[in-house]
């Protein structure tokens, strides 16, 4: 079992910056992929950002040059710099935790609001 608690969302003007971050717990020896996902109202949840337990990562093409995904593999944490954001960035973050026995453990979420 892997537990996952987000932190870090709340509310920004558009072109300001949020950090999100993701604490692992349980059986983290086994994750090899951690990612950012996110629910907009109305929407799908779509992938945001991963990275891999080598330390790559990839990006979705709308946040590629403004987010960053990394990680702090003493104190258990992934962290999403999220600069100059837009209004549809708006959304719920998601921490989400990939197994090597391809298991997802998900993160309760965390609300990002970017508005004036």
């Known amino acids: 079992q892997v537990q996952l608690v987000e932190s870090g969302g709340g509310l920004a003007q558009p072109g300001g910056s949020l950090r999100l971050s993701c604490v692992e717990s349980?059986?983290?020896?086994?994750?090899?992929?951690m990612r950012w996902y996110r629910q907009a109202p109305g929407k799908q949840r779509e992938l945001v950002a991963t990275?891999?337990?080598?330390?790559?990562?990839d990006y979705t093409g709308s946040v590629k040059g403004r987010f960053t995904i990394s990680r702090d593999n003493v104190k258990n944490t992934v962290y999403l710099q999220m600069n100059s954001l837009k209004p549809e960035d708006t959304a719920v973050y998601y921490c989400?935790?990939?197994?090597?026995?391809?298991?997802?453990?998900w993160g309760t979420g965390t609300l990002v609001t970017v508005s004036t």
């Open positions: 989400n935790a990939r197994t090597i026995g391809l298991i997802n453990y």
């Open positions: 349980g059986n983290i020896a086994r994750i090899n992929y």
């Open positions: 990275i891999s337990s080598t330390g790559s990562t």
